[in-house]
């Protein structure tokens, strides 16, 4: 039999994010996650809290794009995620003058930095 807390949050989760959504969560996270939006950067990540899970599991993030990696998540962000802090990020809030522009790491994408070599090979292919 099923836990009617369990199908409760189901059927919550269905009406919040449509069903669509909600295999999307299962398929991206594993398991159902509920929780109220926190916040939202400026790359469109939203930033979820639910207090009904276990600590060091509440905070999580939905990214924009599908191909996701950590980088993608600037350090206000990271802050709050990795519980150094439990104030949410204020938008605003005006950037120090050494801040820099927070950027993904394009390791491993099409537009990561390829470095080209300006010296000639010293062996030469073989042509049949």
Do not use: C
Request: hydrophobic fraction near 30%.
């Amino acid at each position: 039999m099923a836990n009617p807390n369990t199908v409760a949050k189901i059927f919550q989760q269905i009406q919040r994010v449509g069903f669509s959504g909600l295999m999307r969560n299962l398929s991206k996270e594993g398991r159902l996650m509920t929780g109220s939006l926190m916040g939202q950067d400026k790359f469109g990540n939203k930033y979820y809290e639910d207090m009904d899970q276990m600590f060091s599991q509440h905070r999580r993030v939905d990214y924009v794009r599908d191909d996701f990696n950590a980088s993608q998540v600037p350090p206000e962000w990271h802050r709050w995620l990795q519980y150094m802090t439990d104030d949410v990020p204020n938008p605003e809030e005006p950037r120090k003058k050494w801040e820099q522009e927070h950027t993904e790491n394009l390791t491993d994408s099409p537009n990561r930095y390829t470095p080209f070599s300006t010296v000639p090979p010293k062996i030469q292919a073989w042509k049949p």
